[in-house]
């Protein structure tokens, strides 16, 4: 268990093996649960995307386009668990 000291303006200093295990770097955010029995539990903030933050994401990455069938095929396979071959 790590202990974390409070200072007198109410703030706490994460070490750094504890930052790490949360996967956590400087600037970013963390988020607290607080329950009712007086404990709290902290983790990583992550955002959550839209569907527009991803839209164009990979454009640009590839000269490869997919057709539709492609798309449905990866999709399925990814839904059940299974890595599909990488074509060229």
Known sequence: M???SI???????FRKKVLQHLG?????????DLLPDGRGVIRAARPGGTIDDFIGLLAG???KVATIEELNEAAAEGWAGKRGSAKK
Not at 7 to 13: D, K, L
């Open 24 to 32: 956590i770097k400087p600037g970013e955010k963390i988020e607290l």
């Open 61 to 63: 990455k590839t000269n």
């Open 2 to 4: 790590t202990t974390l």
């Open 7 to 13: 200072t007198a303006r109410g703030q706490v200093t």
